[in-house]
């Protein structure tokens, strides 16, 4: 099987170097710095707990033409960058498989619009960490195993060769259920996490001293599973309703105690900060579902604001820089 993996990001670099370490006819799509990275360093990954690292020669590409011919792309991009890759995975016609990883709380109609709805699925993620330069520090275990399916839930001998396909790279996978409303409901709690680690200054640790604003994440989550309710998703895994009866101290203190941790500022710390663009898609998703549920999101609303001046700070240094390198040159 020829694979393309889209995005060179922590977890797309992880998967393509596992797959490629394991013989499978892997190409890594890649640009901007990080392809000049990786064509000079290679995949370069770090196992957060262990500090061993590993180097591993991907071939690479920086587009898709539309004659290429790959039996699958696994496209794992954040959440706003999806718009941009689908047109060139429209135009091409001949890769009969698209497997979206990532964050999503708007579902998969998008994919469907552009691709037809034959050609795409959809997968939770396998790993997570940062990028420091060139390396990859990576979080995996293997109690945390990709998730895919068809659109429709249903086992087909397509989703059973992509499970031994990863699993031929000792990566754990399973065919699951229910994936469009297991990411939302992952989802659920990503913008009121960000908004409250932004009110930090970007530190877990810091926000893990800050019981107010905890507590005012867990308001916020418990809204944005309300609402999916409302909607009519049902909340996956079923034990996450859990956290709507949990007494509000007893979250806060759970919460303040991980966030205090080096897995928090891996796990959720890196990825917020590096990422105000997503959170800011991933927002958005949500006000919509707020106002098709109408249930009431104050907390939400709150922190969803310190998403958007975050994101909006983002953009105006971006835009800044670029005319500072126009001045320049």
Known sequence: ?????????????????????????????????????????????????????????????????????????????????????????????????????????????????ALGRERVLIGTVNAGGERQGYVVRYLWTRRLPMTLSELDDRPTPRTEELVRLFRSARLPARVGKHIDAHLKTHAAGLPGFAGALYTAGGSVRRLAHMPETVELFVRSHREALRALRAI???????????????????????????????????????????APDEMKEIADEFRLIFRQSGVP????????????????????????????SHHDS
Do not use: C, Y
């Not at 995005?7 to 170097?17: C, E, H, Y």
């Not at 196992?47 to 587009?63: A, S």
């Open 1 to 113: 099987m020829r694979v393309l993996i889209l995005g060179a990001g922590v977890i797309g670099s992880f998967n393509a170097a596992r797959l490629k370490e394991a013989g499978q006819d892997v190409t890594l799509l890649a640009r901007g710095q990080r392809l000049a990275d990786l064509r000079e360093h290679g995949v370069v990954l770090e196992d957060f707990r262990t500090h061993e690292r590993t180097t591993t020669q991907v071939p690479l590409v920086d587009r898709l033409e539309p004659d290429d011919a790959f039996d699958l792309v696994v496209a794992i991009l954040r959440r706003n960058q999806i718009a941009s890759v689908l047109p060139m995975l429209a135009q091409n016609n001949r890769i009969p498989s698209v497997l979206f990883l990532g964050n999503n709380a708007a579902g998969p109609q998008e994919m469907i619009d």
């Open 232 to 274: 009519g998703t049902r909340l996956e895994p079923p034990a996450t309703s859990l956290l709507e009866w949990i007494p509000a101290p007893l979250l806060v203190f759970a919460w303040s105690r991980f966030l205090d941790t080096d897995l928090a500022v891996l796990g959720g710390e890196k990825h917020g900060n590096a």
């Open 297 to 324: 999101s104050p907390a939400s609303d709150t922190l969803f604001a310190q998403v958007d001046a975050r994101s909006e700070a983002g953009v105006s240094a971006t835009r800044q820089g670029a005319r500072d």
